[in-house]
């Protein structure tokens, strides 16, 4: 990764990462690679203490290597409690989870997400994963943030095939783009330095107009080098396949 | 460069500070067993007043109260002294005189108000109470099941006490606490209270954590503040540590009128500050 | 304890450990230290396994002495699991509990029991302990039992104070008499050899007609020797203080 | 003279074939991690029909019944291979195909369904769903809250699996089932179901069990069998035991057609009865 430049996947972990604040108790769930590399690079780079907890039951967990699957049991190595399944879900249900990383197969403008089906419900052109955390946690938690490694209109839609959670999101980020929600619609914060404005908006399916919105921010160096440090080989870089494109 | 949990460690009057007059308190254990007694002594010493104690089996600590005069109001589902000592003089006296205000459950229906405050839901279907006279007395509403297999339940609202306190077997710095032998009720209670305070038999470094996290019954993020107390559930038991003592457990009985100064003189922790 | 003779003492432990039946989960909870007695005694004297369940979390568990309080982790020494308060209700309310003993400081003829009040609930003669596990136990559990150690019309009423808990016991006992529900009411089982069925019937304060009760087989030999076993030096009959009359 | 619980050890084919054609079964774990997997496998061996399946993140264990046609329907939350192995091939198929009927839950719905039967209620409230079309999809009802918070929630029915599945790492001969690490969801999935079966890793004396009691999980009486099977999560991970088996993950994944016996054949109780 060249000096203060992004790559697509940098700059989706990063992004996430950024979301993150001090003292509060943020979550990564199943299926979450990026975001699980967000809270550990977080944990690294950034002069604040927050609470990670996950679905593999860690609090603030010592892993000693990088796990493939984002509910390995490693990520709950070196914790000091086991918080189990029923626990953390309780935990948002009852508003005591401040940010949740959730994902989502199509986005829309309010936030809400579908990871049910694309077509027809009951005639489905693809089956999808499916409610998971996001139906109940999305809008209990005090905010959640999503992730897509694609952008396009095809994930960020103006209208989802299925709703199957909402509330909306506080956040989102894209290989190019990061989102956040403004007056209940997510609205653009900022958008990778080396695209230009037009072709956010012209590749997000939703309305975007990018008023107030800047180039992002480049990595810090503590960025880079907690992110370097977590993916070493490159290896889940490479099995992301971000791209801008 | 990962930084830690902050140090949670604070002295047992520093831990009692933090609740005010008026408080609604879900006190850990049952009867005699692994109670935050220490702290409830404590409380008295700073005089207290006007506090609401929530538990499905309190006794010694809602007989103190209740002598001690600081207590308005309680849920509670069976109170008794246990161990062959009877009902709970005090607590007795405070209900028939008016004193305190009871609102009578079973033990299960505490549970099941304190699991509508842990699943952040506006009321808990509770199985059983069929026939009794408690659901009346208490205004709870019943429900036919809107999925037609013709079972009515009641539905319990939530009880979100200001504050669980538990007594726990260990702790860390950061406030993971473990508990060993029966949870009692400690870990609804934990999750249905706004905050969280325990009071610990002893601090044990995080590695011990580390090697047994399962023990661990509350993460220390849910944990406002620790106070570790050596035999801080005296008189009762904190197994495998203690067991009840008998002989402090009658003294305390025998006493006839309200002057607790003797009582709350021999209690460890005021013998430790006493020496210290 | 002469030979094959009753004590008050020995007759309501005993003859509570006669409902215990094979394979069978049992509870014994707060306030307990009879029916915990009858649990102990049960397994040491009848020639079946049954699963002993009590309020410390205690399942078959193997205590190195007889605690005085019937919650005390002592009943959990020994055990290979801990199965908590939320979890024995659950199991109750679920179905799953075959055999509870309950508390009583009332009982009707429908064995309906009051252990919240004497005189009325609002401006009480005497506050009894309260609610506890009988309300919804009671109802619930597939069975259960309760005991008194006096035996008079005041306890054995025909009207409660106050319904605590309803659903009916399946078994009563006193020092001088078993009983068992038989279509909703509570009839005479058996009595108290060195009683008159007269006298029983007499000092009941709900009505019942003794047809088809016998005086209670004595003590059997094994019996005798685990009671004398788990109270050696009679420190828990003195502290129980039940005489006959 | 105190008599024991029974042995409740049986072998892996003794295990399955107690799970007769048509049953419901929720197994435990989560996607790749301690699943009952060698249970799966053998009942396909012995060519079960028409099971549903009851999980909230059920993965290479859905994908295989799936692929084996043993598969009638399931109540699942999120389905996936997961660990950058993306969806499940098999299942998705046998949704769009109509092979497999899918009742589509939030992994948290699931949960209320199971508390539900668990706590012997008709049904359980559950927090969020707001604006999720999942309620109306599953015909769920909601409810305004009758102690007037205007709070309304979802009411999600029992959920009450014949069997519940467990990989535990340890249990006693009596089937006490000790867990490691995160419980996922078994916990509530053993209090929900009619009858619980364990498969473990290894057998320990009851000793180990009597140590730590507060490690075990689900108690010997509500287990009805259990089955010792080294390396039975394979190719999952059982932790601290042995973590997921990439390569044979992958060669799952990539074989095309339908033909499960080069993988049943290559699974370690497999290779284990052949030595045998």
Redesign the interface.
Known sequence: MPEERWSGFSYIVTNLARFIRPNE?TFSG??S?LPMMACLLA???Y???F?Y?N???G??P?PTKVP???????L?A??????????F????????MDLCFLGAAQIDGEG?TN??VIGD?HA?????????????????ARRSCTWRTEHSPRVLVEQLD??????GMHGLVTPIAVFVKRDGRLVLQSWHPEKTLDEVIARTGFPIDGKGATPTPPPTAREQAALAALDLAGAFEE?AHVTLD | MVLSAKDKIVSLSELAALITDGSSLALGGSFLHRGPFALVRELIRQGRRGLELIKQSPGYDIDLLCRAGALRRTRAGIVAMEGNFGLARWYRQAVESGQIELEEHACATITAGLRAAAFGIPFQPCGGLQGSALPALNGWKSCEDPYGSRRDVWLIPPIAPDFAIIHANAVSRSGDARVLGTAHWDRIMTRAAKKVLVVAEELLPDESFRERPELTLVPHFMVEAVAVVPRGAWPGSCWPHYEIDYPAVEAYVAETDSDLSGHLAAAPEARVSANA
Chains 1, 3 share one sequence.
Request: net charge negative; aromatic share 8%.
């Open positions: 108790v199943v299926n690679n944990k690294d780079a002069d604040f203490y609470t907890i679905v593999a039951g609090v603030d010592h493939i699957s984002s509910s390995d049991p490693m709950a070196g914790t000091q409690s086991i918080f189990s399944n029923e626990d879900y309780d935990l948002c249900t009852r508003g005591g809400q990871v049910s419900w489905p052109k693809v089956r999808l994963p499916g409610g998971g955390g996001g139906a109940v946690m999305l809008p209990t299925f709703v199957t959670a909402s509330g099995a």
